[in-house]
């Protein structure tokens, strides 16, 4: 039989996308960033984000529609982010969603943004359960064990900041460009790490929790002495404090998720994976290093294509997609819930 032809619909934070998947087949998958719009603030805006999806969300799907060389009424089943996210654009969505679905006669189902993310994997991979996830993105950090497509064990996560945030937030008191991840592994690849030494925050503490804030303020700590000796920043000392900073991050994240490894092998799984999803899965230091710890463990490493680790809606329709094979589907009464742990 033929998988359903489904849409998904993404806006919980600031990106607008839509995907059309059949199966595990992405049909079309668009997805437009509103970083030009918040540059100037140094942070995402709510209300700006939420009149921007609501302009482009219906954009994005007539792109995905002539990408997939469908019509909207070939569509099979609607799936939408309801949470976790910014209320404001994750309503534009549930509402567009809730539309479509009335005026098509088909299936609407809800999907958590982080099970979207969680799931990924599986889209372009043969990984079976249950397999351990490190989420890292502008918002999130967490470690799951993903038992099934509604199965999530929380292992632990970050009690402020999420790496991508650090990776921002530095990049802005270095006066390079956003979004951070990227300029600061730029920047790092000419820099001594060992120049300047960042704290690696809870690694003193058991158990697999994460913070990042303490990170940033040793950070500005440096940046400002630095200035105050020699009266600015040189291109050499920024490389090193990206450098030290990506080192405390890797090397922070590396530790917990070696603690995660041992809770999940408890689970005794018969072919222990590691995945990773969120845009901070792009960067290419703590790749390598994560590399190094599956293999010295002995787990198969999984990394989905960059353009699926960061929002995107074919995720969120491939999570929505198990969630109708279940049986599971919502009403109109489908709410927009800004914080929803899985
Ligand atoms: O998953 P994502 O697109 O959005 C959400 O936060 O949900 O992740 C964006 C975050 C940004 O904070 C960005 O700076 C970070 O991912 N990022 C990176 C890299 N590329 C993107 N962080 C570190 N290294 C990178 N190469
Ligand atoms: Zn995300």
């Known amino acids: 039989m033929t998988p359903p032809l489904i849409l998904g619909l993404e806006s919980s934070c600031d990106d607008s996308a839509a995907a059309l998947l059949r199966g595990t087949q992405i049909l079309s998958s668009v997805v437009r960033g509103q970083n030009a719009l918040h540059a100037q603030f140094g942070g995402v805006v709510p209300e700006i984000a939420a009149r921007a999806h609501a302009e482009t969300l219906d954009v994005c799907v007539e792109a995905a529609l002539a ?47 982080l099970a979207g993310h969680a799931l990924t994997p599986r889209l372009t991979e043969d990984l079976p359960f249950p397999y ?19 199965d999530f064990a929380r292992l632990g996560g970050t009690i402020d900041d999420a790496p991508g945030e650090a990776f921002d937030k530095t990049a802005r008191l270095l ?22 030494r960042f704290p690696r925050p809870l690694l003193d503490r058991p158990g697999c929790d994460l913070s990042f804030s303490g990170l940033k303020t040793a950070l500005l700590r440096q940046r400002d002495a630095l200035i105050s000796e020699q009266g600015g920043l040189k291109r050499q000392d920024r490389a090193d404090l990206c450098a030290g900073f990506q080192a405390a ?17 408890a689970d005794a799984p018969a072919a222990p994976a590691l995945a990773i999803a969120g845009g901070v899965a792009a960067n290419g230091v703590l790749r390598g290093a994560l590399t190094g710890l599956c293999t010295a463990r002995g787990l198969r490493f999984c990394a989905p294509p960059l ?4 929002d995107n809606a074919a995720m969120i329709a491939y999570a929505g997609g198990a969630l109708l094979e279940a049986g599971l589907h919502h009403d109109m009464t489908l709410s927009a819930r800004p914080r929803w742990p899985l």
């Open 67 to 113: 990408e997939a060389g469908v019509t909207l009424e070939a569509v099979d089943a609607i799936a939408v982010t309801a949470g976790p996210g910014l209320i404001g654009g994750v309503l534009s969505g549930v509402m567009l969603a809730k539309g479509l679905a009335t005026g098509l006669g088909v299936p609407l189902v809800g999907v958590n943004h």
């Open 132 to 150: 351990l996830m490190l989420l890292v993105s502008g918002g999130h950090c967490q470690f799951l064990i993903v038992r099934g497509p509604q």
């Open 175 to 196: 006066g390079l460009s956003q979004p951070g991840g990227p300029s600061v592994e730029d920047a790092a690849r000419d820099g001594d790490p060992d120049r300047f």
């Open 249 to 265: 991050v890797r090397d922070v994240l590396v530790e917990k998720t070696a603690r995660a490894i041992d809770l999940y092998l």
């Open 307 to 310: 353009k699926l680790c960061t």
